[in-house]
Structure formats: C-alpha cells, structure tokens
C-alpha cells in the first residue's frame, strides 16, 4: 500500500521547501521503479498560495486532504506576524491542523515548528527550528524543549527540522524508518545528496566558504569512504591530500563542519547500519567491514550513538518485505 503524504502550503512558503517531500519522497521505489509514497499538496480552501519570493503557487487540492495522510509534511513558511508576536495560531490554520487525522504522522519543516508549537503539539517534547529562530521559539513557548543544535528531531509521531537542507534529511529519515537504508540510498543518489546525515549533527551555524578553494578535502573523503575497513588516522588522510595535519584539519573543519576523526567515526557507523540492515553478515565481519576492527568496539559505538547493540538494531530496523505496508 502507498503511502499518502500531504504537504501543507501556507501563505509565505519557501518554494525551495515547499518542493523538498516531494523531491526526496517521490525517488523512493521498490525494485521495479514502483514509487513508495505518493505525495500531493494542499492550501487552506485550495487557494493560490503567495510564496516569500515574488509569485503564487496554485495547487489541487484543500485542507481535507490531511484527513487521510499518513504523514503530514508543513512546509516552510514565513511565519506571521501575529504568531511571532502572541503565540496565537491563526483560526483557519488551527482548524486544518484540526484535521489531521490521530494517527497520521505530522512533520515540520524549518518555522513550521512555530505552527506546532502554537497548537500545542510540541508542549513537553524536544523540537528544533532554524539556529536564527530557535531563541525565539524558545521564548514564545516555554514548554517546548528547544535544541539548536540539531538537524532534526524525531519523537515518534511528531518530528520537526532545522533550516534549508535538514529538510533533505529529515525527508530521508522518514524513508528510513519506512524503508531502510537501502531504499533511503538509493534515493539519495537520485537526488544527488548525501544518504545519511544523523539527526545530531550541529546545525551549520555562519558557516564561512573556505577561502583556498584550489585545494579541496573532498578526494581524500572519497578515499576514506572507498577504504572503511582499513585502519585510517588523521595522519593517512593528511598524506592523501598532500597538507599538512595542521592544514588538512583546518580545510577539513570549513568543508565539512566537524573533524576529520569525528566525521570518519560517523561514516563507519553509517556503513554498519547500512550491512546490518540489508546483509546477513555477522556482527563481527560488519565490524571488520567498517574498521572498527573487532565487535565490542561496534557495539561500544552504537550503545554511545544509537542506544542499540548492533544486533538489537537489526531486529529494529530490518526493511520491510517489497510491497508490504508503510
């Protein structure tokens, strides 16, 4: 069975985001091309929606569309003056979220979290929102736990994004849970983005482009990721690229926004999520495969990372069979 996803366009959508679920959700497919979501947009009254740049967007549907979503997806959007202002969510947006239905999945994108946070979704649950605004949510609802720290939050049935790309991410989470790795994958390369970027990572706050641009880091982290299962120091990867350890870590940093080591750590993990979702290998050939060398340091990571030994994760978080429900 496919899976309805409704996106909510609200007056002030970012075009750019309003077309993120679609672009991600839509590249995920089973073998035969079949696609796994079926995604559809919608205004309040099927209105033309006036966008943050210079046009409308008109689409084909109204608000009853989210009574039978499976997942609901609020796109950026501007927040209005009257939300920033009082905490007050406008009545006829109030009255679309009213109708969602219990079960379905609800997912906001960057400012949406204001709208969730105003109808009182969030109260008592960690959220994020863009690093520029976090404060504010913050300050206009206390009860929300807000961490500005983070590309996405999942707390089971509500999730919420960073700014910009963390949208990408949270929409291959999604097909992650739903789907698995591979599936997740394989749509990130349809879509030319990185598979995988954990929930965690630090939003990229005033993150300056790197001045020396003639040299990049970017053929030795194709090196690395080619190489996983050999052991690999910050040392090696500074001799591949030819730079200094002092260099290498300071281009490093501006690419990339963490460490060499940091970043090398979370590629061996996310290549041993990847075995253990879609082979049969044992724990200790995965451990091999992604140069943690033996399985209790496998196990120590994904305890500190995940909260799961490696075989509790497989259990958890196998795909589903082709064509079973989402």
Known sequence: MVHRVAVLALDGVLPLDLGIPARVLNEACEPDGTRLYSVATCSIGGRPVRTHEDYAIVVDHDESLLESADTVVI????????????????????AALDRIGPQARIVSLCTSAFLLAAAGLLDGRRATTHWALCDRLARLFPQVEVDPNV????????????GGAAGIDLCLHLVRLDHGAAVAAAAARRCVVAPWREG?????????????????????????????????????????????????TRRFRSEVGSSPQKWLAQQRLAHARLLLETTELPVARVATACGFGDPVALRKHFYAKVGLSPLAYRRAHRAPESGAAS
């Open 75 to 94: 796109a950026t959007q501007e927040p209005s003056e009257q939300l920033l202002a009082t905490g007050d969510l406008p009545d006829d947006v109030a």
């Open 151 to 162: 590309l996405f939050v999942d707390n089971g049935r509500i999730l919420t994004s960073a």
């Open 200 to 248: 965690g990572q630090a939003q990229f706050i005033e993150h300056p482009v790197p001045q020396d641009t003639d040299r990049s880091t970017s053929a030795t982290r194709q090196w690395v990721l080619d190489n996983l299962a050999q052991p690999i120091t910050l040392e090696d990867m500074a001799r591949r690229a030819h730079m200094s350890v002092r260099t290498f």
